[in-house]
T-cell receptor, first 112, second 113 residues
Framework: QKEVEQNSGPLSVPEGAIASLNCTYSDRGSQSFFWYRQYSGKSPELIMFIYSNGDKEDGRFTAQLNKASQYVSLLIRDSQPSDSATYLCAVNSNSGTYKYIFGTGTRLKVLA | DAGVIQSPRHEVTEMGQEVTLRCKPISGHNSLFWYRQTMMRGLELLIYFNNNVPIDDSGMPEDRFSAKMPNASFSTLKIQPSEPRDSAVYFC???????????FGPGTRLTVL
């Protein structure tokens, strides 16, 4: 079992719709959770991080964390073609260090 | 701030040659990470430094790979000898322990023929 799992996609949604990206992790001791966006040929860039159970909103983005079920999700409201990218989930598995375990990413396509 | 700087941006070399990748982290960041990204395996952590000291090198694939961080503003990843299966994009990232989020450099695309 991989430590951090994501559906590779592609996930296709129409422009203006809500895109829902999911990530599960295996280490119950994980403390911090990050979502990165990576455009083709570019480096990953941080979108959001979440540490506590529940929802965290930032503009069109909402991160959701459920530690009991060991999943974290990212919702993108009013999806735009410019949101088309690969979204990487990263989990900090060992509190006190900043070592991430990355998922392999979900490719999102927003159709105009 | 200039962000994380990596050089070279592209490297093409022949099997058996030595390759050295370079990274300058963001000033004030005390954690530095080297990653490798391929289509098959995604983004893999190779090695992680904190305050210039290697903390975890469990991701380094084999003895052909080595990394150093002689000071807070410079790190190298060396592959000797290189093999075609080393072809990938290598990213350097840095982090401030106060925040935890990692900032990535533009990457070095390595092709070993």
């Amino acid at each position: 079992q991989k430590e951090v799992e994501q559906n590779s996609g592609p996930l296709s949604v129409p422009e203006g719709a809500i895109a829902s990206l999911n990530c599960t992790y295996s280490d119950r001791g994980s403390q911090s959770f990050f979502w990165y966006r990576q455009y083709s040929g570019k480096s990953p860039e941080l979108i959001m991080f979440i540490y506590s159970n529940g929802d965290k909103e930032d503009g069109r983005f909402t991160a959701q964390l459920n530690k009991a079920s060991q999943y974290v999700s990212l919702l993108i409201r009013d999806s735009q073609p410019s949101d088309s990218a690969t979204y990487l989930c990263a989990v900090n598995s060992n509190s006190g260090t900043y070592k991430y375990i990355f998922g392999t990413g979900t490719r999102l396509k927003v159709l105009a | 701030d200039a962000g994380v700087i990596q050089s070279p941006r592209h490297e093409v070399t022949e099997m058996g040659q030595e390759v050295t990748l370079r990274c300058k982290p963001i000033s004030g960041h005390n954690s530095l990470f080297w990653y490798r990204q391929t289509m098959m395996r995604g983004l893999e952590l190779l090695i992680y430094f904190n305050n210039n000291v290697p903390i975890d090198d469990s991701g380094m694939p084999e003895d052909r790979f080595s990394a150093k961080m002689p000071n807070a503003s410079f790190s190298t990843l060396k592959i000797q000898p290189s093999e075609p299966r080393d072809s990938a994009v290598y990213f350097c990232a840095s982090s401030s322990t106060r925040v935890g989020e990692q900032f990535f450099g533009p990457g070095t695309r390595l092709t070993v023929l």
